[in-house]
Each structure stands twice: as C-alpha cells, then as structure tokens.
C-alpha cells in the first residue's frame, strides 16, 4: 500500500478496494494535512507568517552554502614584494621633515 507522505495517518487509514481486490490508497487532502500539522486552526495571518518564515530559513541556508562555495574556490593574490630602494640624501630629508610635522 502506497501512501503520499511518509506515515500519513490519513492515506494509510483511508483504502479503497477495486474490483481486483488490490489495496489503491487514496490521496491526502489538504485539510486533512492541515488537521495533523495543527496549521488548519491558525489565522491567515499566522500562516503567512510561518510560510516566510520558513523561506528566509531556505534562503539563509542557500546564501551561506553559496558563501562556503565563493570561500573554497577563493585563491588569495601573491604579494610581490619589490626590492627595496636606495634613497638619496635629498629624499631622506624630505622624509624626516614629513615625520617631524606629523
């Protein structure tokens, strides 16, 4: 006997015969969904809550996996360091008169 959703109550209780004398589940409705879940009681507007709740959960998740992907495939630039320069006198002194007025 097949059922829509894994344990349903309303699909493994409600089994019509067919001429055959097979066992054909019938389909869940979505009420009955909704009297298991609980959510058929709530406001509207309580639904429409739960309902983005849940989707910015999704997004959050997508966004972060997306995120790990960008970081694994990230390969840092190699710093070239450039040999270092001899200065003159006249630029040594401009350097230290720049010191002194900070």
Request: aromatic residues 2%; hydrophobic residues 35%; charged residues 30%.
């Amino acid at each position: 006997m097949d059922s829509c959703h894994a344990g349903c109550s309303c699909c493994v209780e409600a089994v019509a015969r067919v001429g055959t004398h097979r066992a054909v589940a019938l389909p869940c409705i979505q009420e009955d969904l909704e009297l298991e879940s609980g959510e058929y009681f709530l406001a509207q507007q309580e639904k429409v809550k739960r309902k983005k709740a849940a989707e910015q959960a999704q997004q959050a998740e997508r966004v972060a996996e997306k995120k790990r992907k960008r970081q694994e495939a990230f390969v840092p630039p190699q710093v070239l360091t450039l040999p270092a320069r001899k200065m003159d006198s006249a630029q040594q002194c401009h350097m230290s008169t720049e010191l002194k007025k900070a």
